[in-house]
């Protein structure tokens, strides 16, 4: 019995030996190397199995990364499965959406929702602005159509908090301040009753000309022969009368010029340059009536630019604006106007340098001087060999089209591109006017922005000292508020749109400032202005 379990246990060991022993021995000597050697060439516990390994491991990750993911796919015979995750992008930071918050502003002055001041709001709301009561101090911009600083404090405002006038204005747009102003652009004009001496003195040197007296606060204006002047009334002053006025179709008129300071100390100042104000006396100035003010007075009822007869191809049929109308007009009688228009940004580019220390002096009564700007419109006159006269300028010019309805479209362009400089009408979507997170300044402006002569700053005497004055533009000789400055600047030349600078004087202007009669900080701002003219035109213009 134990015999046979050994002889069983041997049976499988023998039938394979059985097995081996029946193949030719020719076949078995020729398959044994030919696996050995496939197996030895992908074995990994060889140097060459593991170089292998790894060039094809590369090859196919390279491959799989190249290949079009559709191409792939049908290479593979393989669908897409419609639960797989997109693939995923990796951002630094994500920017959340906006809330409803808007801007505020409120409106100061007598019958703050009257029509006159519709295409203010008009505007305002399309750039995002929500109106308040004014009785709350949660807003961001103050529009105020009446001078705000006789009855409202405001000398802490906060930081971000913005106000259509500057401090002391009046000193430009009051009317005898203005007319008795030294500049060669404004006719000659005395106060009464102080200057009567004075007045008559001159009368009698001119006994050629004629005077109108003015009041100091409304639009009572007539030509006055020297017995018939009230040289007691203190409430009017006597201006020299243009009396050879440039005529249009046989009308005289006046140019209102719209007019944006944003600065003081330094100063920086625009102009409207879309379009201007043209109004025409409803009467012919010829033949000369001193009795009819109507022909030689532009008043409430003024004939626009589309009634004469003159203008009215240009303005109505052709779509030019008032001043491109009268331009065309002028150059087809064979005149330039490009005369008349250099007068005109000079005569308000010195009326206003001639108040601003006046100015400057009273902001510093303030917790900032940059919660403030403005927007006036200056009144000229044209003689007949082309002289530019400066006769008014106002704090609050009208902006209703109540009267004139094509005149909607000006004002509203006008308001546009005025808030669009100060800043107050941005693309950034905000809850408020306050300072916005330091990556969204760093896109609107940089340093990179501001910096100027590189090659200067980078030499000595920069390099050592901030002493010299050409140095002053220097990075590491500007003050926090020498900064400030600079990136208001940049900005509002980003924002410029259909505004003009015409101080700084552009460097493409022919008739610039003296700098010896500017004080250091305009100095110092028209410099910069040059330095970035030098690498961008448009700072030239």
């Not at 140097?47 to 491959?63: D, M, N």
């Not at 106060?191 to 040197?205: I, M, N, V, W, Y």
């Not at 719209?258 to 104000?277: E, H, N, Q, W």
């Not at 604006?321 to 000079?346: C, H, N």
Request: charged letters at 25%; one cysteine or more.
């Amino acid at each position: 019995m134990s015999e046979k379990r050994k002889l069983d246990k041997r049976k499988p060991e023998n039938s394979l030996k059985i097995k081996h022993e029946d193949k030719p021995s020719g076949a078995a000597n020729e398959t044994t190397p030919q696996v050995e050697n496939v197996n030895c060439f992908f074995d990994l516990r060889t140097k060459r199995g593991q170089l292998l390994f790894f060039i094809v491991t590369v090859l196919a990750a390279s491959l799989t990364q190249c290949l079009p993911k559709d191409v792939l796919i049908n290479m593979l015979h393989l669908t897409e499965q419609e639960h797989c995750k997109p693939e995923t992008k990796i951002v630094e930071k994500i920017v959340h959406s906006i809330t409803t918050d808007r801007p505020k502003y409120v409106i100061y002055g007598r019958n703050p929702s009257g029509g006159h001041l519709i295409h203010v709001h008009n505007v305002l709301r399309r750039l995002g602005l929500e109106q308040v009561e004014n009785t709350t101090d949660n807003w961001d911009l103050m529009w105020a159509h009446d001078y705000p600083y006789r009855k409202l404090n405001l000398h802490h405002l906060k930081p971000h908090q913005l106000v259509n006038h500057f401090p002391g204005s009046g000193y430009i747009t009051n009317k005898v301040d203005l007319s008795t102003t030294d500049i060669r652009y404004v006719p000659k004009a005395f106060k009464l009753p102080s200057e009567t001496k004075e007045f008559k003195g001159f009368a009698l040197k001119n006994p050629t000309k004629m005077f109108v007296q003015k009041n100091n606060q409304h639009r009572h204006i007539q030509i006055k022969k020297l017995e018939e002047i009230d040289f007691g009334n203190n409430e009017t002053f006597i201006q020299e009368f243009i009396d050879n006025p440039l005529l249009v179709d046989g009308y005289k008129f006046d140019i209102g010029v719209y007019t944006v300071i944003t600065s003081v100390d330094p100063l920086r100042v625009y102009i409207y340059k879309g379009d201007a104000l043209f109004r025409y006396c409803p009467v012919k100035y010829y033949p000369f009536d001193a009795d009819n003010v109507d022909k030689y007075i532009v008043g409430d009822d003024y004939l626009p630019s589309w009634e004469v007869p003159a203008l009215k191809p240009f303005y109505t049929k052709l779509g030019f604006g008032m001043k491109e109308s009268f331009d065309a007009y002028l150059r087809s009688v064979g005149r330039d106007p490009t005369t008349i228009w250099e007068q005109v940004e000079d005569a308000i580019r010195l009326a206003i340098l001639s108040k601003e220390s006046l100015l400057a002096n009273i902001l510093p009564r303030y917790a900032s001087k940059r919660n403030f700007f403005e927007m006036m419109r200056f009144d000229l006159v044209v003689d007949n060999t082309l002289r530019v006269f400066l006769m008014e300028a106002n704090m609050s010019p009208n902006l209703s089209s109540a009267h004139y309805k094509p005149n909607r479209l000006l004002y509203e362009q006008v308001i546009y591109n005025f808030l669009r400089l100060v800043g107050v009408g941005s693309d950034l979507h905000r809850e408020s006017f306050r300072k916005r997170s330091t990556e969204t300044e760093a896109m609107v402006s940089s340093p990179k922005n501001i910096v100027v002569q590189a090659n200067r700053c980078a030499e000595a005497p920069c390099t050592e000292s901030c002493a010299p004055e050409e140095c002053s533009l220097c990075v590491s000789c500007l003050s926090g508020a020498d900064l400030k400055e600079l990136h208001g600047a940049f900005r509002e030349h980003s924002n410029r749109g259909d505004m003009k600078r015409i101080f700084p004087v552009p460097k493409a202007d022919h008739l610039p400032v003296d700098p010896a009669e500017m004080s250091a900080k305009n100095r110092w701002m028209s410099h910069w202005f040059e330095e970035k003219c030098q690498t961008d035109s448009s700072y030239c213009y």
